[in-house]
């Protein structure tokens, strides 16, 4: 699995005209150009230099540090521009635009991090798979709050202007694509204002959709990209020891037998036991190939070969492809577990309550199995588990800036409920950005073909789930706890 710079550079372009359309500014548009390389070719140099261009999950950490990137330079760069429209100075209003984002970037890092490093889970616990994908995000996540507080600011401070200068029809498109955008916010107000008064309504839509998502999902076939180091040559093989060579061929032919049955399974095979010298445990080898290599016939294998009694002494072993695909996703929910505990952790610390950060962490799961509704239609494979996770991780660090934004209104005497609308209602904008910016940014990797176009979908899909899930489903869900 790698990736070609050109889908990079196509969706660079598209993300700078995401930007251009929405902040109304081609000055805006340069300063994210020149901010949002820097990360990513610092990282870029790290994974040469490092020699980490042959560990197979590497390009997905580093398109995961890609999507933080951009929601980094997202969000700075219209806090920034806020603050020049509200008629402030524009060194000033760079300052203030970049301190106010300086805490929750690091929050936001922190509390995601975890969440990426699952893509190091179907490796296994080995340092030679786990550490290159978290060294990959951890250098690409450092160097861009680096530039958001020094470069970022300092370009703002010197190109910005209150009023870019009009002329021609671009100018007129994009007057009126931001009056259009105004008219949007005033109608979310409404909409949400609507939905906090039945805050039943909303949650029950929230949770059947979850529930809808992985019934669809749970139907859906996984082929999981694993390292070529664990790739086997089978998909089924069964590996069966014992002391006896004849005893050993008569249940290896039986569980050929057996294999034969199942539907899905072709070209079972098995090797001959050599001769049994003293002392030593003889192995037969059953291998099997399957017709559909998405498919998953795991349950009928074992419920065929729980029907073959075996001998004292004897032991028969799953060593294939598919036990090794079904181990890979044991340890990547088990991962995904570990990693929600230490993110709600995270936000605990960050947010001084063990209650505030439940709803920010709910949108994990949320967005992951609606999310996967995109790619209902193919196997998930781990690049598009990649892309939900991406999606998901861009959700909660949206989420922790509309709590806390909540939060400084609460603070200052303003009811909860308008604490989260107002909030809610001042970061549409940039929540909607980033998920424009990233659908648009991986229409290359969707149109490019190859293993990782199933990471693009997945990402435009979940970012968009992940920002309705963010807009509407988490302030209602935050003023029900608080309240409780």
């Known amino acids: 699995m790698s ?72 969000a700075v760069q219209e806090n920034i521009w806020r603050h020049v429209e509200l008629g402030g100075d524009r060194r000033r209003a760079a300052r203030i635009g970049t301190l106010e984002a300086r805490g929750t970037l690091v929050a936001a890092a922190l509390g995601i991090l975890p969440l990426f490093g699952v893509t190091a889970a179907p490796g296994g616990l080995s340092p030679q798979w786990v550490v290159p994908v978290l060294a990959t995000m951890a250098v690409a996540f450092v160097v861009s709050w680096i530039v958001s507080i020094t470069v970022h600011p300092a370009l703002s401070a010197r190109a910005l202007t209150a009023h870019p200068a009009a002329g021609g029809w671009p100018a007129r498109v994009l007057q009126r694509f931001n009056v259009w955008f105004d008219e949007l916010a005033d109608r979310y107000h409404d909409s949400l204002a609507w939905g906090m008064n039945r805050p039943r309504t909303v949650i029950a839509g929230a949770a059947g959709s979850l529930l809808v998502a992985v019934a669809i999902h749970a139907s859906v076939g996984r082929a999981l990209l694993l390292p070529p180091a664990l790739a086997a040559r089978k998909p089924v093989m069964l590996e069966l020891r014992g002391d006896d060579a004849s005893t050993l061929a008569g249940i290896g032919h039986r569980i050929a037998d057996e294999l034969r049955l199942v539907p899905g399974v072709t070209n079972v095979a098995v090797t001959r036991p050599a001769a049994a010298a003293p002392h030593r445990v003889d192995v037969t080898t059953i291998e099997a190939d399957l017709t ?21 002494g004897y032991q028969l072993a799953h060593i294939g492809a598919a036990a090794q695909q079904a181990a890979a996703w044991n340890r990547i929910w088990i991962a995904l577990g570990v990693a929600v505990t230490l993110m709600y952790l995270v936000l605990v610390a960050h947010l001084r309550s063990w209650v505030h950060p439940v709803g920010i962490v709910l949108v994990v799961p949320l967005v992951g199995a609606v999310g996967a509704l995109v790619v209902s239609g193919s196997p998930l494979t781990l690049a598009g588990l990649a892309g939900l996770i991406l999606a998901a991780g861009i959700a909660v660090r949206h989420a922790i800036v509309v709590v806390r934004c909540a939060g400084r209104r609460r603070h200052r005497g303003t009811p909860v409920r308008v604490a989260l609308i107002e909030a809610a209602r001042l970061r549409l904008r940039p929540i909607v950005v980033t998920a424009t910016a990233i659908t648009a940014g991986s229409m290359p990797l969707v149109a490019n073909g190859g293993a990782l176009t199933a990471f693009g979908i997945a990402a435009i899909g979940g970012v968009i789930t992940g920002a309705v899930v963010v807009l509407f489903v988490v302030p209602v869900f935050h003023e029900v706890i608080v309240r409780r």
Not at 36 to 60: D, E, F, H, K, S
Not at 292 to 312: C, K, V
Request: charged share 10%; glycine share 10%; hydrophobic share 60%.
């Open 292 to 312: 559909d290599p998405s498919g998953d016939p795991s349950t009928e294998i074992g419920d065929r070969l729980a029907r073959i009694p075996l001998a004292p």
């Open 3 to 74: 990736i070609s710079a050109l889908p990079l550079f196509e969706g660079l372009a598209l993300v700078l005209v995401v930007v251009v359309l929405f902040l109304g500014s081609w000055r805006s548009a340069a300063i994210v150009g020149v901010v949002l390389p820097i990360p990513a070719l610092v990282g870029m140099v790290a994974i040469a230099g490092l020699r980490w261009t042959t560990n197979p999950l590497v390009p997905l950490g580093f398109l995961l540090a890609i999507g933080v990137l951009i929601d980094d330079a997202v």
